[in-house]
């Protein structure tokens, strides 16, 4: 944590004046160790909650405004709306997030009565892929649930944040992200069947190696649009398929029955992306087991394979995140690395022998300086706990 909460306290009573009556409260980001686009195509996931995220600090108001002032937006200065004009706009900026958590709220019935005063301070490094919206939005939802004082599971608040992205942000994500950011645990990744939201903790114990976040500093445009379309393409296979299978979701197949009947899909875009949704859904099953029976090497090796599949047949991947990833093949001590998240740059998640951890990070950030001409940044990363007060 950069600031601390007296600092935070201290910067809500210069912007907002007085912070008596604040509670404060943290939403982490995540890190998807493996399955990814699985969770909107009735897949597996297996992300685990970073002690990196997002701060909120409320205090009720007595009328119907509500004031937003971001610490990593400061130049924005105070954004203020009311709780009678909760629609999405561009110049709302940053704030479209918790001010369509608020707009949430209200449809699914949950009576916001007076606006609030709110304070943002985040430390997800930003456009990296770790979910710093998806913090916001959960980190908004507990605040609302506690401050308004509504009962509202921790789940219920991750389906809030993705409701809230897709119908007043325009993102049709899955619910990974909103989902480990509610409910990670310390030490442990999230095994969660999207299709229907069961999950298991597992505790990762790795005594001999690290997971280091590595990020490309690239965001490539269009993201929004190009992963809308991902999860169209999977939407048309499911359909061709459907008329020869008896079945609800992508993640329903295994791969034998996929090439079985693969020739239903008829457009060879959507063929790839599907065959990439089935095979990484498997794949993440499979590196559940293989991580509960301290077959470390096998969940290196897919987690490799899905970096593979995520850049020729789902094409979410990029020339610097490419370059990340097979610079760390090449390096003994390296057990797996791939892209991770959403894609189109961002960050690549890999398993690193602890002595291998220096060479990693010396041998990559030079070899993608020199491929790239961009500077790359490491996270030695520790697994934190959800949503939370902290106050
Ligand atoms: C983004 C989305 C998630 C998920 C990943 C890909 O992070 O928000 O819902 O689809 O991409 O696995």
């Known amino acids: 944590m950069a600031l601390s909460i007296h600092e935070l306290k201290d910067t809500f009573t210069q912007v907002f004046g007085g912070s008596d009556d604040v509670k404060v409260y943290f939403a982490p980001g995540r890190v998807n160790l493996i399955g990814e686009h699985t969770d909107y195509n009735?897949?597996?996931?297996?992300?685990?909650?970073?002690?990196?995220?997002?701060?909120?600090?409320?205090?009720?108001?007595?009328?119907?405004?509500?004031?937003?002032?971001?610490?990593?937006?400061?130049?924005?200065?105070?954004?203020?709306?009311?709780?009678?004009?909760?629609?999405?706009?561009?110049?709302?900026?940053?704030?479209?997030?918790?001010?369509?958590?608020?707009?949430?709220?209200?449809?699914?019935?949950?009576?916001?009565?007076?606006?609030?005063?709110?304070?943002?301070?985040?430390?997800?490094?930003?456009?990296?892929?770790?979910?710093?919206?998806?913090?916001?939005?959960?980190?908004?939802?507990?605040?609302l649930r506690d401050t308004y004082g509504f009962d509202i599971s921790m789940t219920d608040l991750a389906l809030i944040g993705q409701y809230s992205e897709n119908?007043?942000?325009?993102m049709n994500c899955g619910i990974m992200d909103q989902f480990a950011s509610a409910n990670g645990k310390k030490d442990c990744a999230i095994f969660l069947d999207t299709a229907t939201l069961d999950f298991e903790y597992a505790p990762i114990k790795l005594p001999t190696a690290k997971i280091v976040i590595t990020n490309?500093?690239?965001?490539?445009?269009?993201?929004?649009?190009?992963?809308?379309?991902?999860?169209?393409e999977c939407e048309t296979a499911l359909?061709?398929?459907?008329?020869?299978?008896?079945?609800?979701?992508?993640?329903?197949l295994t791969e034998a029955e996929f090439?079985?009947?693969?020739?239903?899909?008829?457009?060879?875009?959507?063929?790839?992306?599907?065959?990439?949704?089935?095979?990484?859904?498997?794949r993440t099953i499979r590196a559940v087991s293989a991580l509960k029976e301290n077959n470390i090497e096998e969940f290196g090796r897919l987690m490799n394979e899905t970096h593979v599949s995520l850049r020729d047949d789902f094409e979410v991947s990029c020339k610097e995140t490419d370059v990340l990833a097979e610079?760390?093949?090449?390096?003994?001590?390296?057990?797996?690395?791939?892209?991770?998240g959403g894609g189109f740059g961002g960050?690549?998640?890999?398993?690193?022998?602890?002595?291998?951890?220096?060479?990693?990070?010396?041998?990559?950030?030079?070899?993608?300086?020199?491929?790239?001409?961009?500077?790359?940044?490491?996270?030695?990363?520790?697994?934190?706990?959800?949503?939370?007060?902290?106050?």
Not at 167 to 170: D, I, K, M, V
Not at 267 to 279: E, F, S
Not at 355 to 384: M, R, W
Request: charged share 25%.
């Open 167 to 170: 119908n007043f942000n325009g």
């Open 327 to 340: 610079l760390a093949w090449s390096i003994p001590g390296v057990i797996g690395s791939r892209i991770t």
């Open 239 to 252: 359909k061709n398929l459907q008329t020869v299978c008896d079945i609800k979701t992508l993640g329903d």
């Open 42 to 143: 009735g897949g597996h996931v297996f992300p685990c909650a970073l002690t990196i995220g997002t701060y909120g600090l409320i205090r009720k108001r007595e009328d119907r405004t509500i004031r937003f002032y971001s610490i990593n937006f400061d130049k924005m200065g105070i954004v203020t709306t009311s709780l009678d004009d909760l629609t999405p706009s561009k110049q709302a900026g940053w704030t479209n997030y918790p001010k369509g958590v608020f707009w949430t709220f209200e449809k699914r019935g949950y009576h916001i009565p007076t606006g609030a005063d709110i304070l943002i301070y985040g430390d997800i490094p930003a456009g990296s892929g770790l979910s710093s919206s998806a913090s916001l939005e959960v980190l908004t939802g507990i605040m």
């Open 259 to 282: 090439e079985a009947h693969k020739d239903v899909i008829s457009d060879p875009i959507c063929l790839k992306r599907a065959k990439h949704a089935v095979y990484e859904n498997q």
């Open 347 to 391: 960050c690549t998640v890999s398993i690193v022998k602890n002595e291998s951890v220096d060479t990693f990070i010396e041998t990559v950030k030079k070899g993608y300086k020199e491929q790239t001409g961009l500077d790359a940044d490491f996270y030695v990363v520790d697994i934190g706990d959800g949503a939370r007060e902290l106050s």
């Open 216 to 232: 490309s500093n690239v965001k490539h445009s269009l993201v929004g649009s190009a992963y809308n379309d991902r999860r169209r």
